[in-house]
């Protein structure tokens, strides 16, 4: 799931733009260039049925942008939310019922001048 929203992502002109094929999952070196997204499952959740296995999982996604300024890092943002937020159908061999976005949170570390916008979604998989 993680890769088909990587390469979805960097698909899109007006993000690879911006971070080139610099979207990662689940991990960012310390070092490298900004800006960039990173990519991580928070939580599944299994739909439960009475009789047999799920075959609809509810997944947590967090999507993490760094940058250099602020700017960058919420216009990275609002270019993924557009991107994927409402996003149903196939995307490479997921099969998504719904994204749906959550919320956002900024920050900033001031001692190595980056700026973060960390975003939460949920997804609605079907098996």
């Given at each position: 799931?993680?890769?088909?929203?990587?390469?979805?992502?960097?698909?899109?002109?007006?993000?690879?733009?911006?971070?080139?094929?610099?979207?990662?999952?689940?991990?960012?070196?310390?070092?490298?260039?900004?800006?960039?997204?990173?990519?991580?499952?928070?939580?599944?959740?299994?739909?439960?049925?009475?009789?047999?296995?799920?075959?609809?999982?509810?997944?947590?996604?967090?999507?993490?942008?760094y940058a250099r300024?602020?700017?960058?890092?919420?216009?990275?943002?609002?270019?993924?939310?557009?991107?994927?937020?409402?996003?149903?159908?196939?995307?490479?061999?997921?099969n998504f019922q719904?994204?749906?976005?959550?919320?956002?949170?900024?920050?900033?570390?001031?001692?190595?001048?980056?700026?973060?916008?960390?975003?939460e979604f949920q997804?609605?998989?079907?098996?």
């Open positions: 799931m993680i890769g088909d929203i990587i390469t979805y992502l960097q698909a899109y002109v007006p993000i690879s733009a911006y971070v080139g094929s610099r979207i990662f999952p689940v991990h960012l070196n310390q070092d490298e260039l900004l800006p960039a997204i990173m990519i991580n499952i928070n939580d599944v959740e299994a739909n439960p049925t009475k009789t047999a296995a799920s075959t609809d999982d509810f997944v947590e996604l967090d999507v993490t942008i300024s602020a700017l960058d890092a919420f216009s990275i943002a609002e270019l993924v939310r557009n991107r994927i937020d409402n996003f149903s159908g196939t995307m490479g061999s997921t719904g994204i749906r976005f959550e919320r956002l949170n900024m920050n900033h570390f001031a001692g190595d001048s980056i700026y973060m916008c960390a975003q997804a609605h998989q079907r098996r």
